[in-house]
């Protein structure tokens, strides 16, 4: 059986090997998000462009033509203002009285007591 020792020194020998494996990756992820980042910074003036070269009467074929794409489209812009459903949070008013209701759904009138309120 292995001692203590060995074992940890076959972990730090496993993980040294992972780690350098996941250098070239570290590396080619952080030089990826630089470029999407660059290309993403072109977005507006891109479709600034295009939509030039449209107004001076140039097509969306003729432009795909000399590969100029289409630019995306634009990102929708979150509403500011809640909306609400137009119902009423507070409870709408009471009228009447207590024995009043209750004479309405009995069709008599009832004796109301702290008891039957509850």
Do not use: C, N
Request: glycine share 6%.
């Amino acid at each position: 059986m292995p001692t203590a020792h060995e074992i940890m020194q076959r972990l730090s020998e496993i993980h040294a090997a992972r780690t350098a494996a996941m250098q070239p990756l570290a590396e080619i992820l952080e030089e990826r998000q630089k470029l999407l980042d660059a290309l993403a910074a072109t977005e507006e003036p891109y479709r600034k462009a295009y939509e030039g070269a449209r107004a001076g009467g140039w097509t969306t074929d003729e432009l795909t033509g000399f590969g100029a794409e289409e630019p995306t489209a634009r990102p929708k812009r979150k509403q500011s203002r809640r909306r609400t459903s137009g119902k009423s949070l507070s409870p709408a008013p009471v009228t009447g009285t207590v024995q009043e209701a209750a004479q309405t759904e009995t069709g008599h009138q009832t004796p109301v007591t702290a008891s039957s309120l509850v």
